[in-house]
């Protein structure tokens, strides 16, 4: 008598590749909210046209006396727009911290960055959200490629990069949220060409160190699966 064929057991996640996705969805989720509450600042008053300042001009807590924090909105109100990105934001952190890690969860994921984007969620995470949920995709992958790519000698060295390039960009994440903010960091308050460098500078750093972390984590869970 035939015996059906043993069911196949589910594919497991990569570890590393999840923890470093979940982390950098949650640090994109907390950059839309913060742009969120500083449009809420600025209180109901209407938006001419797309381009905003989420952060409004003349707050005394902030170094940046003319505003800053540009984002783009579809939606015609400062505070409207401000209560959107910040539930978009509360949802991208939930989403990443419990969900991603589904089959629909990278998809979902995305949808959730551009909606950010389309309601003052903010303009730089686009580049970022992009390649989470490009790196979301390979969080159930078997990973051949890598396993190919990179010799087993070489990915065992590498594979334990990946914990420390993911606390720089986490670092350098976080420091640019507050500069962007609140103007604080090696500088004078007076010199703006020289905040603005240090913030593109940063942002540089920011996106090296998110690419290293996924190479990293990629070698480290390509190793885990040999």
Same mark, same amino acid.
């Given at each position: 008598?035939?015996?059906a064929?043993?069911?196949?057991a589910?594919?497991?996640?990569?570890?590393?590749?999840?923890?470093?996705?979940?982390?950098?969805?949650?640090?994109?989720?907390?950059?839309s909210?913060?742009?969120?509450?500083?449009?809420?600042?600025?209180?109901?008053?209407p938006?001419?046209?797309?381009?905003?300042?989420a952060?409004g001009?003349?707050?005394?807590?902030?170094?940046?006396?003319?505003?800053?924090?540009?984002?783009?909105?579809?939606?015609?109100?400062?505070?409207?727009?401000?209560?959107l990105?910040?539930?978009?934001?509360?949802?991208?952190?939930v989403?990443s911290?419990?969900?991603?890690?589904?089959?629909?969860?990278?998809?979902v994921?995305?949808?959730l960055?551009v909606?950010?984007?389309?309601?003052?969620?903010?303009?730089?995470?686009?580049?970022?959200?992009?390649?989470?949920?490009?790196?979301?995709t390979?969080?159930?992958s078997?990973?051949?490629f890598w396993?190919?790519?990179?010799?087993?000698a070489?990915?065992? #060295? $590498?594979g334990? =990069? %990946?914990?420390?390039? @993911?606390v720089?960009?986490?670092? /350098?994440? *976080?420091?640019?949220?507050?500069?962007a903010?609140?103007g604080?960091?090696?500088?004078a308050?007076?010199?703006?060409?020289i #905040? $603005?460098?240090? =913030? %593109?500078?940063?942002? @540089?750093a920011?996106?090296v160190? /998110?690419l *290293?972390?996924?190479?990293?984590?990629?070698?480290?869970?390509?190793?885990?699966?040999?």
């Amino acid at each position: 008598m035939p015996t059906a064929p043993p069911l196949s057991a589910p594919q497991a996640n990569n570890s590393a590749t999840l923890v470093i996705v979940s982390t950098l969805g949650v640090l994109l989720g907390i950059s839309s909210i913060n742009h969120g509450v500083c449009e809420i600042f600025q209180g109901d008053r209407p938006i001419s046209g797309h381009v905003i300042k989420a952060l409004g001009s003349g707050y005394s807590w902030t170094l940046w006396i003319h505003g800053s924090e540009p984002a783009f909105t579809l939606v015609p109100n400062f505070l409207v727009t401000g209560i959107l990105a910040t539930l978009i934001g509360l949802v991208m952190i939930v989403w990443s911290i419990r969900f991603i890690r589904r089959p629909y969860g990278p998809i979902v994921f995305l949808l959730l960055g551009v909606t950010s984007f389309l309601v003052g969620g903010g303009m730089a995470q686009v580049l970022l959200f992009t390649l989470n949920w490009a790196a979301a995709t390979r969080i159930r992958s078997s990973l051949g490629f890598w396993r190919y790519l990179i010799a087993p000698a070489i990915a065992r #060295v $590498l594979g334990r =990069l %990946w914990p420390w390039s @993911l606390v720089a960009g986490v670092v /350098f994440f *976080l420091a640019a949220s507050e500069i962007a903010v609140v103007g604080y960091g090696p500088h004078a308050p007076d010199q703006a060409e020289i #905040v $603005l460098r240090n =913030l %593109w500078g940063i942002g @540089l750093a920011i996106i090296v160190s /998110f690419l *290293l972390s996924f190479v990293f984590g990629f070698a480290h869970d390509a190793e885990a699966r040999r």
